[in-house]
DNA sequence: GATTAAATGGGAATGATTGTCAATAAGCCT
DNA sequence: AGGCTTATTGACAATCATTCCCATTTAATC
């Protein structure tokens, strides 16, 4: 296991993903940690970044461009209905879901069974614009 | 609506997809094209690979490195069952996960629901290796 | 304060994807 | 068949996120 050190970067990254509420992409966060003042480097970010994800405390999507983006999340297993205009990001959880992915994975001989689900919309805020 | 007109190099490029039983790269599918004797440009490939996925021809997804990769499929909405070790990949169909997304998305105000769904593990083949 | 390995930064390297635009050729007309 | 029009191609440049590299910094411990 990695020796994990608090270090100012470390904490500034931390900050800049705790204040925003939806996803934002490693250069994003790298913009806002910078506007506070420090000067944090890109390949910090990043490192930080997929870390923190490896370390389940940040949740990682890949956006339809193929960007990766990541925001702090609550614990456990969940998915995301985003708003495609506004980035709006909602965390869902379905039981019955789970229970058919993992079934569909073992009616077909699958053994280590994951999955990956996104649900996207227009939120009624944007929708009213 | 743009004119299709049936260049050898299309023609090649769904051949090469045909004989594909997974998903491939756009440059696999390149590197494929041109072992037939072929000599097609690499963003002649993209540019197809692209359009055919526009006109839902072909499947679409973005790996775990956000690299696009596609593959020709039965027509309709689908979702797939792939194995992490060697690609293979089996169509997926769900009603209930279906209503239960679009339920979602409408509880939560959202409108234009749509949403994205991949199972993985390893194959009982692979498994036996 | 001294020590030491973890962590940083910044600039180069990678690699997929997109853009450019002159040259080519599919489909159509005669 | 030959010619015309314009969609399409292809070689290369350009973009852009992400990873590498490695000398320098610094958090943690004593
Ligand atoms: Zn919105
Ligand atoms: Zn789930
Ligand atoms: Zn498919
Ligand atoms: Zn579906």
Redesign the pocket.
Known sequence: M?????????KA?TEALRSQENFK???EIHALVNLNG???????????L??MFEARDVDMI?GT?????YRLCSNGHHHHLTCTNCGLAIEITGEALEVWAKQVGIDNGFTEIAHTLEITGICRACKNT
């Open positions: 990695a020796t994990q050190r608090l270090t100012k970067q470390r990254i992409s490693a250069q420090e000067t944090i480097g890109l390949s910090t970010v990043y490192r930080n997929t870390e890949i461009d193929g960007e990766s983006q």
